[in-house]
């Protein structure tokens, strides 16, 4: 079994900033790619940020310059930060990854989501 659990979220003022946190547990042998996709109302989920492996990064054009994903390996889990908040960002903010389990069996995993707010 493998768990993600993001932490962070919560109701912000337009320009602040927040930090999300997903940490993934259970029976791991290795994770590819972390990521952070984020879903509004009335609207498909869509890419934020992925970080490879090895560091490869993308991001959404519209969080480009303001938001910035990082992993810490050495505790299977990625951050989002999040500074310049807009409106426009509010979602439920869902963290993935591609994870290799101890029976070598290899899937994509998804959080729980953490509501982001951004009031204007």
């Known amino acids: 079994q493998v768990q993600l659990v993001e932490s962070g979220g919560g109701l912000v003022q337009a320009g602040g900033s927040l930090r999300l946190s997903c940490a993934a547990s259970?029976?791991?042998?290795?994770?590819?790619?972390m990521g952070w996709y984020r879903q509004a109302p009335g609207k498909q989920r869509e890419l934020v940020a992925r970080?490879?492996?090895?560091?490869?990064?993308n991001y959404a054009d519209s969080v480009k310059g303001r938001f910035t994903i990082s992993r810490d390996n050495a505790k299977n889990t990625v951050y989002l930060q999040m500074n310049s908040l807009k409106p426009e960002d509010t979602a439920v903010y869902y963290c993935n990854a591609d994870i290799t389990t101890r029976t070598r069996y290899t899937q994509t995993y998804w959080g729980q989501g953490t509501q982001v707010t951004v009031s204007s």
């Open positions: 970080i490879a492996s090895g560091g490869r990064i």
């Open positions: 259970g029976s791991i042998f290795s994770i590819n790619a």
